[in-house]
């Protein structure tokens, strides 16, 4: 499964908390990275749950980078782009819940 550390963090945000991570990764003033948008979908379709099965690296990548080989190296870039992104909203917010700044921290180390 992509980022397991990452969904980890993504299954402590509460829908609110979820709608403006896409929120932040659709503004241009953050990224508006196509791909991170596209991300975004696909684990909003997954949201809260995350099948493992469904989240697969290559069924992710198939997904993200159809008709091209499967190239982990590329997916980690995106994931942790995509990381980075989501521990700067959490850090950002007042209004998510008390502590999960340090859970996700200390999960992206």
């Known amino acids: 499964m992509i ?3 990452l969904i980890k963090i993504l299954q402590t945000l509460d829908p609110t908390a979820f709608r403006r991570l896409g929120d932040a990764i ?3 003033y953050f990224t ?3 791909l991170l948008l596209q991300l975004y979908a696909l684990l909003k379709k997954e ?3 995350f099948d493992p099965a469904r989240l697969s ?5 198939q997904k993200l980078y159809p008709g091209k080989p499967f190239n982990d190296g590329a997916l980690r870039v995106l994931v942790r782009e995509f990381s980075s ?3 700067g909203g959490i850090y950002r917010s007042g209004s998510f819940v008390e502590g999960v ?3 996700g921290l200390e ?3």
């Open 3 to 5: 980022g397991q550390k």
């Open 26 to 28: 659709a503004s241009p």
């Open 32 to 34: 508006g990275s196509p």
């Open 47 to 49: 949201y809260p749950d």
């Open 57 to 61: 690296k290559e069924k992710v990548f």
């Open 85 to 87: 992104l989501e521990a």
């Open 101 to 103: 700044v340090e859970i």
């Open 107 to 109: 999960l992206l180390v």
